[in-house]
């Protein structure tokens, strides 16, 4: 019990107690502290050694280890850089956002965690509906024009979308009536071991509900945009946030509902929605990432391509769901270094638009190498871990059989591979028209982005080659649930 | 008289069809919301305790109270929005639109109800709320009015969680109230920011953020 005193009470006692004014420095600090503990607390969960014991309402499975342990994982890096990102001198940081900032960055870990260790579908929703509310705020960091467009788009689109997820809740809990599962009190649990009692019917329409209205949080195309208005015009820092974790909170909730459905005639129908999901975020991914001119938008666009496949990958099953979970895992250190990098180059250069940014390798050397490494990660080169996942997603394809499918996936990957390196390439390298417009050419100093970029991305080659036997022990447990 | 309560929740769908007012709007809102509490109170008649009385009272201080308080005192009045909401489409059009759906849910609802234990009419109430404040989302062009469309939206949730009969336990009925007073909340900053910093208060305006 005291494990959950760590991961949710104390976010949520630093979240409402920084709303006091005070110290900056002593709030990050603190929060600091928080998100080591909350990993820490994470990490001996993931690893079986402390067994919170839960009531009813909390559900420890090996779903929440995976996705706790990303959270923790991602948190504890972005805090850990939000010092050095919130006292930048050439950052445009209004004081109104900083003093909110560490408030919010506390309560979107309380409302995460309880999301992601809820045993009951009405509280996740609740719990999911914080998380929008407390990253609001800090999608609006900047208190501009497009920051503000995209925290009322984000606002008001995820809003609607989890409304509608909610009457998928509803729908499911109108499969359970007149069954001792909805006497008990709809809880998830009691729902997955009893699934073969549900109405079909209801189920069915359960699924399409919330997958549709989930898809807008975690970004699965047609129902992207206002995840990646907020990805493009957040700060980096919470960009991170939003990409590597928040999506897996949203997602959580779809894997949810294939536990309920695996075993029952329903499962087939939700894992072919999960392979439409997938296949229409990686085309959707593809015609963007010709047409956008904006390098955040393109990193934004390159999330909804690796939801996409995580999507795709769970939605086969077998080795491919392996493989997705894998993903899921890689693609969270990825974006955390690609998004802090891309923050630098907009921090010096003053621009999100890819045709103001050239040179970076030449003007910032560290920043370009490691954004290079994340590029070259990113489309799955190997040692880095995304190549083995979306290999064992392929092997998922050829041992099911479909060829056509895998075709068209590796054909899109392609081409997605060359618009973004078209893009990256141009900022990386080439002459900047505006070096005399003072962008000055000092060497740039190895600072607090960079070594956790270049920690995250060793992690990423590290994990893709040596992956410990917990983890892919906790993977086949999530896989064995799902392919029951 | 429960069917009473839903046919006049219906009915205040009919009027926010056909009102061109953003104070109408807001009207109907309230008249939604205090329907919404008499709908809850009504089966807690037969075992009432002051316990049970905690979800209808939150439900209406919330709803009707506070939200539309917050609505009119922070949004309509201090940035004087122009009472008449602006329109896509012609208001016949859409009274037409709304009555269609309507009629279409109530048969789906009455179809659906001989297989399922569904209660036909508080459905098929909660169904049209739905519907009709998602039209209102994408067929108006203020955002005030999108945000009233939006907990249009919501009170039809809220409705069809009592038709389906699943009492949510009442901590995460309240986490629900709560999230929702707070969504409203956000969106009137961002109303108040998009006005100041934008000039305006039509969705038109937002048009910055582009492939």
Known sequence: ?484 | MGNVLNILFCLSLLYLATTTRVTGYLKVFVLQSILLFFIVMLPLLSHFSVFTLLLPLTILIVKAILIPGYIRKKIIYELEIKTTIESNIQQFNFLLLTVFTMVAVFVFSNLISKDAAVDPVPFAAAFSSVVTGLYVIIFRKKLIVHVIGFLVMENGIFLLGIAVASEMPFLIELGMLLDIFVVVFLMGIAINKISSTLAADEVSVLDKLKN
Do not use: C
């Open chain 1, 1 to 484: 019990m005291l494990v959950l005193f760590y991961i949710l009470i104390l976010p949520l006692l630093a979240g409402g107690l920084f709303f006091i004014p005070g110290n900056k420095k002593l709030k990050y600090q603190m929060s600091l502290l928080v998100s080591v503990i909350h990993l820490a607390a994470s990490y001996m969960i993931f690893t079986g050694f402390a067994q919170p014991v839960v009531s009813q309402w909390f559900r420890i499975d090996a779903f929440s280890k995976l996705f706790l342990l990303i959270l923790s994982h991602v948190y504890f890096w972005v805090v850990l850089n939000s010092w050095h990102f919130i006292n930048q001198p050439d950052l445009y940081s209004p004081e109104k956002s900083r003093k909110i900032f560490f408030s919010m960055m506390n309560l979107y870990l309380f409302a995460n965690t309880l999301a992601l260790i809820s045993n009951h579908l009405g509280l996740y929703w609740v719990a999911l509906e914080s998380t929008t509310l407390t990253v609001a705020p800090l999608i609006y960091y900047y208190r501009n024009k497009e920051s503000l467009e995209a925290m009322w788009k984000y606002l008001f689109l995820i809003s609607v979308g989890i409304a509608f997820a909610f009457i998928g809740i509803l729908f499911l809990a109108l499969s359970a009536h007149g069954t001792d599962i909805f006497e008990k009190g709809l809880f998830l649990s009691d729902l997955i071991e009893g699934s073969s009692r549900l109405n079909m019917v209801w189920l069915k329409a359960g699924f399409i509900f919330i997958f549709a209205g989930l898809s807008t949080k975690a970004g699965i195309a047609p129902m992207h945009p206002g995840e990646v208005d907020a990805l493009s015009n957040s700060p980096s820092p919470v960009a991170a946030l939003v990409s590597a974790s928040l999506s897996g909170t949203a997602l959580i909730g779809i894997f949810r509902l294939m536990q309920i459905t695996a075993g029952t005639p329903v499962h087939q129908f939700a894992q072919v929605l999960m392979i439409t999901g997938g296949v229409v975020s990686l085309l959707v991914a593809l015609v963007f990432m010709f047409r956008v001119t904006n390098y955040k938008r393109m990193i934004a666009y390159s999330s909804v391509e690796h939801i996409g496949l995580i999507v795709l990958g769970a939605g086969i099953g077998g080795a491919a769901l392996i493989g997705s979970m894998l993903h899921m895992i890689y693609n969270s250190l990825n974006k955390t270094a690609m998004f802090l990098m891309a923050g630098n180059v907009h921090r010096r250069y003053k621009s999100r638009e890819s045709g103001d940014v050239r040179g970076v390798l030449k003007n910032m050397k560290w920043t370009g190498i490691l954004f290079m490494t994340a590029f070259l990660a990113v489309i799955a080169m190997p040692p880095f871990g995304l190549f083995f996942s979306e290999l064992m997603i392929f092997r998922g394809l050829v041992e099911q059989e479909r060829f056509i499918l895998l075709g068209v996936v590796l054909f899109v990957l392609l081409f997605i591979f060359i618009g973004m390196s078209r893009q990256t390439f141009a900022i990386l390298y080439g002459k900047s028209e505006r070096e005399s417009e003072g962008i000055e050419e000092v060497n740039e100093k190895f600072n607090i982005t960079h070594f956790t970029a270049l920690a995250l991305l060793v992690l990423l080659a590290a994990a893709g080659l040596f992956m410990p036997d917990t983890v892919t022990g906790v993977i086949n447990q999530i896989a064995g649930e799902l392919n029951r």
